[in-house]
């Protein structure tokens, strides 16, 4: 499994260790679905806090019981997420959290066992007005899913610059594929593990991470 040193342009691996104990808690097979779904939503937050680190703020002031105070604030409104169905909307609950005045979108696709390409069946992408999209899905395996749904925000005229995608746990042939297609998106990951098996699934990754949310099987 790869950590900080994989390397990889406009690629960032978070370390910190509240991530990284969820993270291994996550990859136990032992782990059941109601604290797999806790944790995922848990690990989405603290993994939306990186991803948002560098976002614009406008100032602000505030009346405090003692008097006013000047800040800044986020345009929440300024913000779009874009969960990949079905797994990614376990991330999503916990970064709503951190804003909740933040837009969701959806982008539907599952992957065709046989051809490893995405398949879409729903496609919700709020209009864009100069505002800051992020993709949210917790697997980047081939990449083909995390490029199919960023084509179709640029096709929705959103820039590579005001995209985002937070994944978490990567390949590294996801990473090479996503940013051989988009290399000007911004990728931010919990892991890079070390390979795809011969069925495209990480390793050693923590399974079909759709499954083990929503307790279905996969055949």
Known sequence: MMTKSFES????????????????????VNTGKAVFSQLLKEIGLLLGYEITKNLDVTPAEVETPMGKCSGYEIAQSEIVIIPILRA?????????????????????????????????????????????????DPMLATGNSAKYATDI????????????????????????????????VYLLVAAVDSHLDENAYIVPGLGDAGDRLFGTSHE
Request: a neutral charge.
């Open 88 to 136: 990614g909307l376990g991330m999503t609950d916990g970064f709503i959290e951190l804003l909740p005045g933040a837009t969701v979108g959806h982008v539907g696709c599952y992957r065709d066992e046989k051809t490893k390409q995405p398949v879409e069946y729903m496609v919700e992408i709020p209009e864009y007005k100069g505002q800051t999209y992020i993709i949210v």
């Open 153 to 184: 925000l640029k096709r929705h005229g959103v820039p590579g610059k005001n995209i985002r995608f937070m994944a978490l746990v990567a390949a590294p042939e996801g990473v090479g594929r996503f940013h051989e297609a988009h290399p000007d």
């Open 9 to 28: 342009e406009n690629l960032e691996i978070v370390v910190h260790p509240a991530v990284q104990h969820k993270l291994l808690r996550l990859r136990d």
